[in-house]
């Protein structure tokens, strides 16, 4: 396994693989790593027949008073675990590679960035957006893999890489859950031991949905009644949003016969957290 620091190396190494008639795939993070993310590595494993994972704390996805400072650094625990996966090349740049003194080009998905947790953290779909064209033009890659955990930023990547034509395919791989349901995330760590019980109401509120639906319920805003009372048994967690939306727009929905995203973010202690279902067809 090789780790590149610029983005010439990366291109270079990238574009020799591609030469050679194989395919690339990338699996974009931002580090501390857990079995998530790795589900994303085998499933590129798997598809391509080179594997790039990109290892980059992104300051612009962070809002003013986010967790930037403290997020968990850990390249190389993180590089260990990636080459017992086979991953080909690392690539772990500097901020200053990938956004350079002077430089004032965004790109931003207009509308959809302001939905679910866009409109929770204004700007954050810009950052998002930003530095995954940067690493889609970098890396050349022939497939990126995402979680759907992220659901709101797989829409929204979705969306960007049709207007502007990347040629990239994006492969939407399942949530992988801790034991009891949670989902996992880098930012459990962060959660106190009374926390991470009390988090598992996310699962639960999405759960009562899954329930209400396989009992023949469609109306959206009965479910979202139905799983904001999973919060109000949880006082201490507190929802920032429970939303039924479509999973393309995230426009939400009144009906869910014809398939929807249920989604759900909430504060445990200081730690923000999300999750998901998709429901019938949206999800085929």
Not at 86 to 110: I, L
Not at 264 to 273: D, F, I, M, P, S
Request: net charge neutral.
């Amino acid at each position: 396994m090789k780790v590149f620091l610029t983005i010439d190396e990366i291109r270079t190494a990238s574009r020799r693989v591609r030469r050679a008639g194989d395919s690339v795939g990338l699996v974009p993070t931002m580090g501390a790593l857990h079995e998530g993310h790795l589900s994303l590595v085998r499933a590129a494993r798997a598809s391509t027949d080179c594997v790039v994972t990109s290892i980059f704390v992104n300051p612009t996805q962070f809002g003013p008073h986010e967790d930037l400072a403290k997020y968990p650094r850990s390249l190389e625990r993180d590089c260990d675990m990636l080459e017992r996966e086979g991953v080909d090349f690392v690539f772990a740049p500097s901020v200053e590679e990938m956004y350079p003194e002077g430089a004032v080009t965004w790109v931003a998905v207009e509308g959809l960035s302001g939905k679910l947790d866009g409109r929770s953290r204004p700007g954050h779909f810009r950052g998002v957006t930003t530095v995954v064209a940067k690493l889609f033009l970098v890396v050349e890659a022939d497939r990126a893999f995402f979680g759907q955990k992220d659901a709101a930023q797989v829409a929204v990547i979705r969306r960007m890489v049709r207007d502007l034509k990347f040629g990239v395919e994006i492969v939407v791989c399942p949530i992988v859950r801790e034991a009891d349901g949670l989902a996992m995330s880098s930012r459990n760590a962060y959660l106190s031991t009374e926390e991470r019980k009390r988090a598992l109401v996310l699962r639960r509120s999405l759960m009562r949905v899954q329930e209400l639906v396989c009992a023949g319920e469609r109306d959206a805003a009965r479910l979202i009644a139905a799983a904001k009372g999973q919060f109000a048994r949880e006082a201490e967690v507190r929802l920032d949003y429970f939303e039924i939306v479509h999973p393309e727009t995230l426009d939400p929905v009144q009906d869910i016969g014809q398939g929807a995203l249920v989604a759900v973010a909430a504060y445990a202690g200081t730690t923000r957290l999300i999750d998901n279902i998709l429901l019938g067809q949206a999800g085929d």
